[in-house]
């Protein structure tokens, strides 16, 4: 749905969390006015979707257990760039 609102396939995304009435999701930072505008005014179904910033919801990269240490997390791409964290 987020590429498809914003038209773009380029936007680095990082840990989705999808909860009950809402969900929180991460993406590179340098496409949050991008993902904002997409929004706007569109609807699933009859419900309108509303999507923000959401403040202080920087984790702590979680610890694998598999070993590998040539293996890179999800959290690799955010401590190298800057991230957004959205709730939808």
């Known amino acids: ?3 498809n609102f914003t038209g773009t396939n ?3 995304f990082g840990e989705f969390e999808i909860l009950k009435t ?3 999701f991460e ?3 340098n496409y949050t006015d991008k993902i904002l505008f ?3 005014n569109k609807y699933l179904g009859k419900r309108k979707i509303s999507v923000e910033v959401s ?3 920087n984790r702590k990269p979680k610890k ?3 070993g590998s240490k040539n293996r890179k997390s999800g959290n690799e791409f ?3 760039k800057k991230q957004k964290s959205f709730i939808i």
């Open 27 to 29: 993406a590179d930072a």
């Open 1 to 3: 749905m987020i590429n």
């Open 55 to 57: 403040e202080g919801r």
């Open 78 to 80: 955010y401590r190298k």
């Open 22 to 24: 809402f969900s929180f």
């Open 38 to 40: 997409a929004f706007k």
């Open 64 to 66: 694998t257990t598999s």
């Open 10 to 12: 380029n936007i680095e």
